[in-house]
């Protein structure tokens, strides 16, 4: 398949490495020059499942540009940008999306796909969540950090052909993939689930595995997921039958030494994606009359982290 990635964080270099690696042609579209040079020269370089301490990189070569319209067609187009640069992200690759070639968000958040589809046909969007974790490095450099299920599906539900080309490819490649017929409530879980991990171990500077050593903590996590539960609730949302605490236990431990995206982002002085998680659930909380106090408050401290630094003088 011809892939294009837009977006080469973390999660964009692990899976465009793993696409790449099973002969895959793959594009990425990123804003940082100085990143598209590194992927164009170097491929992708990745530290792979359990090699932490390894200074061996498996290369995947790949391709890489800051013009959108550069590219004129492929098969898939995978979004996995922060949220808040979603709406600029969609227009830069709205040409390339159409049934025969669907857009795929694998982002990480609540409201991706209402502004995706306020700029493409939204019958050409596949929503989707992934529980691997990665670490961006150096350059084009990616470490493969905890390894898990990624979920795709149509939006409507149902299962159909192009959903089953990409899990083919997403399977050869590594990326155990299952399509869901409720891949809506699958985001919201995940978003539900990773607005306590991610602003939690932002807040707490702790890797995911720490955060689940201490019972407050744990507790704390829960008081979040619970928060966002009756959101979820007020607005009919369907969310899968499993156990969310579970689940958060089961993501922190099976990427026990990744740094969270937030926690990644408020090191390097770069804006989070707080606004698509507790943001969100706290807005639209308030739009549904649902008080999601413990959100408003990580909301907050999280901005001032991001005002603040990552590290200032005392």
């Given at each position: ?271 989070t994606e707080i606004e698509t998680l507790s943001g969100m659930i706290y ?8 008080l999601t106090p413990l959100h408003q408050a990580i909301t907050d401290m ?13």
């Amino acid at each position: 398949m011809k892939i294009v990635i837009v977006g080469a964080g973390a999660i964009g270099r692990l899976f465009g490495g793993m696409l790449g690696r099973s002969n895959n042609e793959v594009i990425f579209l990123d804003n940082n020059p100085e990143v598209v040079r590194a992927v164009s020269e170097k491929g992708i370089q990745f530290l792979k499942l359990g090699e932490i301490k390894s200074d061996i990189y498996l290369t995947v070569e790949a391709k890489a540009t800051t013009e959108g319209h550069s590219i004129d067609s492929c098969d898939l187009t995978i979004l996995s940008v922060k949220g808040y640069t979603t709406a600029a992200a969609v227009r830069n690759i709205a040409h390339l999306v159409r049934d025969e070639s669907p857009l795929l968000t694998i982002q990480t958040g609540l409201g991706n796909i209402e502004t995706m589809a306020e700029i493409v046909n939204k019958e050409n969007i596949l929503g989707g969540v992934t529980f691997h974790g990665a670490t961006s490095l150096h350059e084009s450099r990616v470490w493969h950090a905890g390894s898990g299920k990624t979920l795709i599906g149509e939006l409507q539900g149902g299962r159909t052909e192009r959903l089953q080309r990409i899990k083919e490819a997403f399977d050869a490649s590594g990326i155990q993939t299952e399509i869901s017929g409720n891949v809506v409530g699958h985001i919201w879980a995940k978003g539900l689930v990773y607005s306590a991990i991610n602003a939690l171990t932002a807040i707490l500077r702790l890797r995911n595995g720490q955060l689940v050593e201490k019972m407050e903590s744990i507790a704390l996590a829960k008081r979040l997921i619970d928060e966002g539960k009756l959101v979820a609730l007020a607005y009919a949302v369907q969310l899968p039958q499993e156990d969310l605490y579970d689940k958060l236990l089961e993501v922190c431990r099976n990427t026990a030494e990744n740094l969270s995206p937030m926690l990644q982002d408020i090191l390097n002085g770069k804006p989070t994606e707080i606004e698509t998680l507790s943001g969100m659930i706290y807005s639209m909380g308030k739009r549904k009359s649902v008080l999601t106090p413990l959100h408003q408050a990580i909301t907050d401290m999280i901005r001032l982290l991001e005002k603040w630094g990552s590290a200032r003088d005392l």
